[in-house]
């Protein structure tokens, strides 16, 4: 290939240039909505059932304005500002409504009602149904009457001229919250000078989600750049190299995410990792190249391009193809992004195979066969120094490592899926105060449904009825459960009894008395909410298979749906995940070891990969669960690709090495392991600092992607450096 390269040089750039015009076109499809739900297959059945449940019961996407004041809003003076602010929001031609605790406010501009056209019907005093106490006023005002929640409906009138529903969504929030504080600041006003503002709801989640995507990406670019200059200074000095590689990554950014338009795959907010994940591989792979072919340059060899090619041909594929299975196995997650995102790096990496053997080779076969003094890597080689001491104390050095595992097996065992979307954001992000601030006042924001179907029954019958008095004060007495709320609220308050229920439901439509929310419009069905209080992942699902056995054991004619919300959707996706993500380890490294046993015909070989790979994985999760960590979206994801990263530099060392039968094997050790060794070490610092740009994110999948993925090559490394070569001279004297 390298032959051909060089034979046909144009051949080989017109082609990359077609292929960068195409993929430039892929990247204008490329659709940046970030939208929560991108996360859910929306071929699974409990997804689509939500989005049923939605659509017959009016859920609506409303964004919720929580105002927070020491003062209660119930009096005069408040109220009256109160109404102040609503009108000026419905003034808004982008606000369709202004619901919520403005609902129930009877005096707005010209009178009572007056605010009805534009209000959230599903919580208005209605004229049918007469009560004391609405029962769902506590969901929009605390008992103390210093903390509001108004509902906001957006007109997407205007959607269309923006590029795409995420600029829409932030631009047209943060026109709301700007004019929020400008209206409840203290120089307009002196007696609100404690109002404070906060956005919750899923539309404040997506808006938040956008904001962080956002924030990395701006933050990532000038990170890479920097880390690019750091290389240039300590390692590879040679411009021509520098400008060859360089071309290499962006190539490959380019072609993936064009790919990743023409094939429309999901983006989401882990997408972003995405380039800081091939840059760092493309430059870790490319040092191996560099570096060799400097080390051909002082051996004298007469062309030292083709040297390094044919040094590093069996390392750089193998690699190549290690590491392109670890990203790929990423595609058995359920979530679509985790999909996209381990199918676009895998792309990535055998692309820049290809770019290596092409582009590079066209590039780098100009520069002057010098040496450059690299400043750096003569410390580098002082990793063989410590390597030799650890192999002076060969059972100390394994019952360290055996007693640590067993540890590490015991509290690696102790992890939890404790996952939450809601608690993605560090904890002064406004979504997090947010949500703060709704678990303070009111419910908080866990809430999930049952629908509960009437078959042969109406909605007015005492069975009905019964069944969902019966089943509420099950769910009531659930420790998880903070407020549950069904249409046998409405009836109580109003004090009605079946006939009165029956003649208002035969006389009105759901619109005209308001409960939309709660009733489907032909009333073959009503909704049971619950309020839930904060859980982890396997405590939602527990708390679901809880409810369904009282369900079992309760069985009537009334049918009850499976529970439906955003919240436990996530949790069984989080738990899914990591199922498929510790499948998917366990048959990576299966493959890894076979692939090690085959290439070096050794099932000791094979063993010896086995155990310097699997044991940094495992002590790094056991160091997790002990810092109070989790199963995560993020967390579980590193189990795939660290595995067909840090196998790389296990293949370059043992592909190099002697077998140990040999009888030179000995001698001819040290001086091998040497000249390897420092160009692992400095790839396995540029995966470091790659990855370590992540911590910066604001996104915690990443963040925690990114310190697990760091302390796993650091750890990789040093099993590379201190027990490989004990496990290899044990070997060797074993069967001398």
Known sequence: MINRTLKYPLWVGLAVFILILVSI?????????????????HDDAQFIALQKMQQRFAQRNSLLLLLES???????????????????????????????????????????????????????YSQLLAYKKHPRLPLVINETGTAIVLSIQFS?????????????????????????????????????????????????????????????????????????????????????WLLAIAINCIITLFITLGLAGWLNLTIAAISAFIPVIIITL??????????????????????????????????????TLTTMLGFALLSFSPSPPIQSFGVLVSVAVVCHYLLCHSVLVIIVSKAQNKS???????????????????????????????????????????????????????SDNPFSQSKQKMQQYFDGVNLIHYEISTKEQAIYDKQYLAFLYQFARFLKQQPEVKRVSHIGDWVKSAGLNQSQFQRVINQ??????????????????????????????????????RVSMWLIDNQTDIGVSHALGSSLLFAHLSIDNAKNMLWSFAIALVLLSMILGIIKRSMM????????????????????????????????????IMLGIIVDDTLHLLLKL???????????????????????????????????????????????????????????????????????????RYLA
């Open 25 to 41: 076109l892929g990247m204008l499809r490329i659709n940046l909505d970030v939208n929560f739900n991108d996360y859910f297959s």
């Open 70 to 124: 020491q003062q209660d809003w119930r009096q005069v003076e408040q109220e009256s500002e109160l109404i102040n602010f609503i009108n000026q929001l419905q003034a808004d031609s982008t606000i369709i409504s202004v619901g919520g605790y403005g609902s129930f406010i009877a005096d707005l501009n010209t009178g009572a009602n007056a605010h009805q056209n534009k209000a959230d019907t599903s919580l208005q």
């Open 156 to 240: 997407e009138r205007e959607k269309n001229n923006y590029p795409n529903a995420t600029l829409w969504r932030e631009k047209t929030i943060d026109n709301l919250l700007a004019k929020a504080n400008v209206f409840w600041s203290s120089e307009r006003i002196e007696s609100s000078d404690s109002v404070k503002t906060y956005l919750s709801g899923e539309q404040a989640l997506n808006w938040q989600y956008a904001k962080v995507l956002r924030h990395d990406l701006t933050w990532f670019a000038p990170s890479l750049l920097l880390i690019i200059a750091l290389m240039a200074l300590l390692f590879i000095r040679t411009r021509v």
């Open 282 to 319: 493309s430059l870790a792979y490319s040092a191996h190249l560099y570096l060799a072919w400097q080390q051909g340059i002082k051996q004298g060899i007469a062309e030292p391009v083709k040297f390094s090619f044919e040094h590093n041909k069996q390392p750089l594929f193998y690699a």
């Open 372 to 426: 450059v003094n690299e400043p750096f890597n003569s410390a580098l080689l002082t990793v063989e120094a410590i390597a030799k001491n650890s192999t002076k104390v060969p059972k100390l050095m394994l019952i360290i490592v055996t007693v640590i595992s067993i540890l590490s097996l015991i509290s690696a065992s102790k992890l939890e899926l404790n996952d939450d979307p809601f608690s993605y954001f560090p």
């Open 508 to 545: 009105n439509s759901v619109e005209q008395i308001g409960l939309e929310a709660e009733i489907s419009t032909d009333y073959q069905s009503s909704l049971v909410s619950l309020y839930l209080a904060p859980l982890t992942a396997r405590q939602m699902i527990d708390f679901e298979q």
């Open 605 to 640: 070989f094979a063993a010896i990969g086995l155990v310097v790979n699997f044991l940094p994985l495992l002590w790094v999760f056991a160091a997790w669960q002990l810092m109070g960590g989790y199963i995560s979206i993020g967390s579980a994801v590193v189990l795939g």
């Open 658 to 732: 002697p077998q140990p039968n040999k009888a030179a094997s000995f001698e001819s050790f040290w001086p091998r392991y040497a000249a390897i060794i420092p160009v692992i070490s400095f790839t396995s610092l540029t995966l470091v600092l790659g990855f370590g740009i992540g911590l910066a994110s604001d996104f915690s999948p990443i963040a925690q992607l990114s310190l697990l993925s760091c302390l796993v090559i650091v750890l990789a490394w040093l099993f590379d450096v201190l027990v490989l070569p004990v496990i290899y001279h044990q070997w060797r």
